[in-house]
């Protein structure tokens, strides 16, 4: 459950954050507002170090014009401080940090926060902030939007296509991915019903947004 909501975050994230281009000297890539790496990263520190114990209160994650933020509950854990946090390792909970671990969601212990600042770093974006408050800890990445200068061909290409919010789910999975399943797609949205996946899934086909690769359970999308 824990791994479909950072999944379901994660995709809500890179469907609605901008796209387009950056100049680098004269060169000019594709970029997101922020980068993907950093986002599910800090959603899953939120998921991983959060105070469980602590009732009434969940993890939020709020976009803004100008920022995202993810607040969890519960303050630093063990001897870990604002000071320390680049060096220090402590997990609060094991056995979540264990499962993370084991499905690849957490590469190295630890050495989360060196990764976010470098990627940030590397995006020529302002480092991550982390901020205790009375009762919880904040992660903000700060956006440079205003330097995109065009919007993505593949956004602008899905504007008129009248998807569904599960096609746009989908599409954003294959965006970071590169690929989709039948699979993924129903881990993404747990309570929809078999069928109704293959259907949406074919109708991306049929819209020349994805193409089909393979055949029976080895069947997957990509981009067109």
């Keep these: 459950m824990l791994v479909e909501q950072a999944q379901q975050a994660e995709v809500f994230v890179l469907g609605n954050m901008p796209r387009g281009m950056r100049f680098r000297g004269m060169a000019r890539e594709e970029t ?17 170090h959060r105070d469980y114990s602590i009732r009434g209160e969940g993890i939020r994650l709020l976009m803004f014009s100008d920022r995202l933020e993810v607040y969890s509950p519960g303050r630093l854990p063990g001897h870990v401080t604002l000071e320390n946090i680049k060096d220090e390792r402590y997990s609060r909970n094991e056995a979540i940090v264990s499962v993370l671990t084991d499905l690849g969601y957490i590469e190295r212990l630890g050495y989360g926060i060196d990764r976010m600042i470098a990627a940030m770093q590397e995006a020529g974006l302002p480092a991550p902030e982390f901020e205790e408050t009375v009762a919880g800890f904040r992660v903000t990445l700060r956006s440079a939007s205003e330097d995109l200068v065009s919007a993505q061909p593949q956004t602008q290409r899905w504007h008129h296509a009248f998807l ?13 991915q590169g690929r989709i399943t039948n699979s993924d797609l129903q881990a ?25 690769i393979g055949s029976k359970r080895a069947t997957y999308y990509i981009l067109k």
């Excluded at 997101?32 to 991983?48: D, G, K, L």
């Excluded at 569904?164 to 970071?176: C, M, S, T």
């Excluded at 993404?188 to 819209?207: G, M, N």
Aim: glycine share 0%.
């Design 32 to 48: 997101t507002e922020y980068p993907a790496a950093v986002v599910r990263e800090a959603i899953v520190n939120a998921i991983a």
């Design 164 to 176: 569904n919010e599960r096609q746009e789910a989908a599409l954003a999975f294959v965006r970071e």
């Design 188 to 212: 993404l949205t747990p309570d929809v019903h078999a069928e109704t996946i293959r259907r949406d899934l074919a109708d991306l086909v049929d819209k020349n947004l994805l193409i089909r």
